[in-house]
């Protein structure tokens, strides 16, 4: 069965870095777009970025422009996010997410997600 496996969620430091690593399994997806999300207690489920199938093309949430860089590896079937100058409000669960086609509010397949915390 398909499976998405995320790792690297920490408590990390205001200002510090993180990697974010997503393994996916029970099937190939070198064709599809690949992406993260977030959600917090209460807060429905944020878009953060997506990277399209070969990787020529990456969108990102305004909230994290010119912080956090996606990119993937399709040998390896893995999706990673580059966290750069955290904030405490990046704080969140972080959802790796696969999809024919992912929008800012829709993913086909999803991880169990993975806890960041950023101190202030």
């Known amino acids: 069965q398909v499976r998405l496996v995320e790792s690297g969620g920490r408590l990390v430091q205001a200002g510090g870095s993180l990697r974010l690593s997503c393994a996916a399994s029970g099937r190939t997806f070198s064709t599809y777009t690949m992406g993260w999300f977030r959600q917090v207690p209460g807060k429905e489920r944020e878009f953060v970025a997506r990277?399209?199938?070969?990787?020529?093309?990456?969108y990102y949430a305004d909230s994290v422009k010119g912080r956090f860089t996606i990119s993937r590896d399709n040998a390896k079937n893995t999706v990673y996010l580059q966290m750069n100058s955290l904030k405490p409000e990046d704080t969140a669960v972080y959802y790796c997410?696969?999809?024919?086609?992912?929008?800012?509010?829709?993913?086909?397949?999803w991880g169990q997600g993975t806890q960041v915390t950023v101190s202030s």
């Open positions: 990277i399209s199938w070969n990787g020529g093309s990456t």
């Open positions: 997410a696969v999809g024919r086609s992912i929008t800012t509010t829709q993913a086909d397949y």
